[in-house]
């Protein structure tokens, strides 16, 4: 999951577990359960710190969900590289690699699955978030309204680097990953290898624009699902924007602006996709 689908996680489970009580929880038998929860000793100090609690509101930020309980707990969630909510009732089997159930007192459950499990789950005091030193480094949230373009032109001047591996580093931008790093740079119309102060002013504003636009198309669309189907919404509907994508996974199919084929160049063992025409 990148960014626009941790959002569309994020507004699934705003609409759908906000209000709802916990009746019960189940951290699975299995040892990999353990780890998704690791920084808990035992499941039942993570159950109990949930059971019978009602959840007030669901944050983000960057990657992590919060999911806000009564009485000033909140459970802090990190997908990882597989990991994802599942809403389903109580009759419907178990996915494989279901780590942690969440039952309510209304009916159904909230499932964390993870076949990786790099994902996490934990609890702890909001009055005590600000210890936690992952949330600390949180970085510019192109979803969000609180980032000026001056600030991101700032940054990039600061950082000189080339633009495809900043645009990919969380210490830099939240939850741009692989694909949607590519559609910025196309619909910016930057090359992957530009570094970051050589760009004219002009250009940082559309990188800018691109890097907001892309991302909130992308949540309209309900995220990505690539063929691998690792990715699907909290009811385990696949997203749409996989048909939006312009150059990602494109490598030699015509580009839809000008028709000169895409091309794809290696950038840390990845492919990374663009069109030779279109960026600069
Ligand atoms: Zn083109």
Known sequence: MELPEVEVMRRDLEKDVVGKRIKEVDVRPHRNAMRIIRRHARRKEFADRLTGKKITKVDRKGKYILLYLEEGDVVVVHFGMSGQFLRATKRQALAQHTHVLIEFVQGGDLRYVDPRTFGEMFVTKVDELGAIKELEHIAIDPLEDTFTWQEFSYELARRASKLKPLLMDKKFVSGLGNIYSDE???????????????????????????????????????????????????????????????????RGLACRRCRTPIDAVKIGGRNSYFCPQCQS
Request: hydrophobic share 35%; proline share 1%; charged share 35%.
């Open 184 to 250: 910025v740079l196309f619909a910016a119309g930057l090359k992957h290898d530009r570094t970051s102060d050589s760009l004219s002013s002009q250009e940082v504003r559309r990188l800018y624009r691109s890097m907001r636009e892309v991302l909130q198309e992308a949540v309209r669309f309900r995220g990505t699902t690539l063929d691998d189907e690792a990715y699907v919404d909290l009811f385990g509907k696949p997203g749409e924007f996989q048909n939006e994508l312009k150059v990602y996974g494109r």
